[in-house]
């Protein structure tokens, strides 16, 4: 990188021609796309499309992959996991990913094994959720799925990301919670200036959230502008979005 | 009364090594998913450390850490090559590899430390008798349950309570999501199977005052800890405690009820029970096999 580019200028997330393949099975096909710092940015699309193969290109958590994925710049083509997470990358995965043999103290404190200076502390996220507070001693696997949800996002803020990734956190909730994570939560980690890339099928609140939207469908981006646009456009959304 | 206090106390010094040796084998086999055949060859070695080690002169006590250091080193060199490449092959592959490894260091060790019976000359501290209701009992089997227990109960606290026992049970149940806080989890796996290989090394250190050290015998303590292992419930650390004093005191008392058919009365009590609940006394949480 040379000194002359401002790191916050760089998109923190770029990906072109990303494509991936299970076995003979195309599962991406040319994505491209390019996430700016404090960006909000929905990816929306029916199942199958490769919403989630898309979430572990980034991740490198998938299968082999073609083009070239940077993250903050860097690119992490063959990267291990754990190195792409380091660089300021939070995961909140589709299912929450907890690790239900762990207590919530102990979900939470995994996240803190690489002392990545930040602002996230155990105190604040308890501050921030006096649910998980009060179920700190818990095995995570007795917590609700709101709960879970709670925790998981808590767990990806205490890796201090720069850019948070979270793939259909408002599955299998109830419309109640899943507003209050979506919109009260993440609305306001996003107005804190956090850079969000969020996955989500529930395309009302995702656009209510990110003022950007990608629309993935048949393993390609159909469409890639405002969500004002795509709410605008009726035949996209009953083509492609199933609403 | 007396008599029976000590078989039991027998039973309870045999179950002692058993699960030391168990441990190691099961922590890799439900955190890697990983079958080690090897793993007797560290305890062999840990015997052949203590006993040249009491011979030596040196402070007696520090054989058991320099078994440890020992195996740990073999450990060490083996997870970079060649386990490493086998974590995500299938089961088959990795019992070619590692018996076939056992097979080397059995011939190596036979070549290193030849081919006779050593029965380690103990510390003066460790010998005798101590009288349990008029019966004497060796002190040094007392010394093994002690041992035994506080390791067992070291183990627990590290994997239960610690950070980092909190890393290796949550690489256990989602390794990627591991990954994904930024933990490099290969670093954590070299870590568990050099602890494992250690925990062999000292087994093997504590049961050669008991045992004796000779060719052979990382065979005969592969299979029994593989038992151990496999009757209490794969990949669990209770499991493990249980298989290991089922497989104890069937052994223990088949040899002194059926001394004739002491091996055959005791495995068929194990088969029986692995018919009755194929996964074992304490079923694991999640299976990995």
New interface residues.
């Given amino acids: 990188m040379s000194a002359a580019r401002d790191p916050a200028a760089q998109p923190v997330l770029s990906l072109s021609g990303v494509s991936a393949h299970y076995g003979a099975v195309e599962v991406l096909r040319g994505i491209s796309l390019d996430v700016a710092r404090h960006e909000a940015v929905a990816v929306l699309g029916r199942n199958g499309v490769g919403k989630t193969t898309l979430v572990h290109a980034l ?1 490198n ?1 998938g299968p082999s992959l073609g083009g070239r994925v940077r993250v903050m710049g860097q690119d992490v083509a063959g990267w ?3 190195r792409i ?2 660089l300021g990358v939070g ?1 909140v ?1 589709q299912g929450r ?1 907890i ?4 207590t919530v103290t ?2 939470l ?3 803190t ?2 002392r ?1 200076p930040g602002a996230w502390t155990l105190d604040r996220i308890f501050e921030t959720f006096p649910r998980l507070a009060e179920r700190r001693a818990s095995f995570s696997g007795t917590l609700s799925g709101g709960e879970r949800q709670m925790l998981a996002i808590s ?1 990806a803020l205490l ?1 201090q990301p720069e850019l948070l990734v979270l793939d259909e956190p408002s599955e299998g909730l109830a419309p109640l919670m899943a507003e209050e994570i979506i919109l009260g939560t993440l609305g306001k980690l996003a107005a804190e200036g956090l850079t969000v890339l969020l996955v989500e099928q529930n395309l009302t609140l995702a656009l209510r959230l990110c003022p950007r939207a990608v629309v993935l469908a048949e393993h390609r981006i159909v469409f890639d502008g405002m969500s004002s646009t795509l709410l605008a456009d009726r035949s996209l959304v009953s083509d492609y979005l199933g609403v | 009364m007396g008599y029976a206090l000590v078989q039991i106390l027998n039973a309870l010094s045999f179950s002692a090594l058993l699960l030391l040796t168990g441990l190691g084998l099961s922590v890799v086999l439900s955190l890697m998913n990983f079958i080690n055949l090897a793993h007797g060859s560290f305890y062999l070695l840990g015997s052949y450390v203590a006993v040249y080690w009491f011979a030596s002169g040196a402070p007696w006590w520090l054989a058991f850490p320099m078994a440890f250091a020992a195996a740990a080193l073999a450990g060490a060199l083996l997870e970079r090559f060649p386990f490493r490449g086998f974590y995500a092959r299938t089961h088959l592959m990795q019992v070619l590899l590692t018996y076939g490894l056992s097979v080397i260091f059995a011939d190596l060790m036979r070549w290193g430390f030849g081919a006779q019976i050593l029965s380690p000359e103990l510390p003066e501290a460790l010998q005798g008798v101590v009288f349990l209701l008029d019966i004497p009992f060796p002190l040094y089997r007392l010394f093994i349950i002690a041992a035994g227990l506080v390791l067992g109960v070291l183990l627990w606290l590290l994997l239960d309570r610690t ?1 980092w026992g ?2 290796v ?2 690489s ?3 390794r ?11 670093r954590v796996f070299a870590a568990v199977l050099v602890l494992s290989a250690g925990l062999g090394g000292i087994s093997g250190a504590l049961g050669a005052g008991m045992l004796a050290a000779y060719p052979g015998l990382d065979e005969e303590v592969l299979v029994l800890a593989l038992i151990t292992v496999v009757a209490g419930g794969l990949g669990t650390f209770r499991g493990t405690v249980a298989g290991a004093l089922v497989v104890g005191f069937a052994l223990t008392f088949s040899k002194l009820w059926f001394p004739e058919f002491a091996n055959a009365a005791a495995f068929s009590a194990m088969a029986a029970l692995l018919l009755l609940r194929p996964n074992g006394l304490v079923a694991p ?1 999640q299976r990995q096999v």
Avoid at chain 1, 99 to 102: A, E, G, I, K, S
């Fill in positions: 991740f958590l291990p996991t754990h997470a380091r995961l995965p990913g690790f239900p043999n762990l102990e979900n404190r995994l996240a094994v690489r990545r767990r890796t | 950070l909190a890393v049970r949550a256990v149940s989602d990627g999501m591991v990954e994904a806080l930024g933990i490099d989890t290969r949480r």
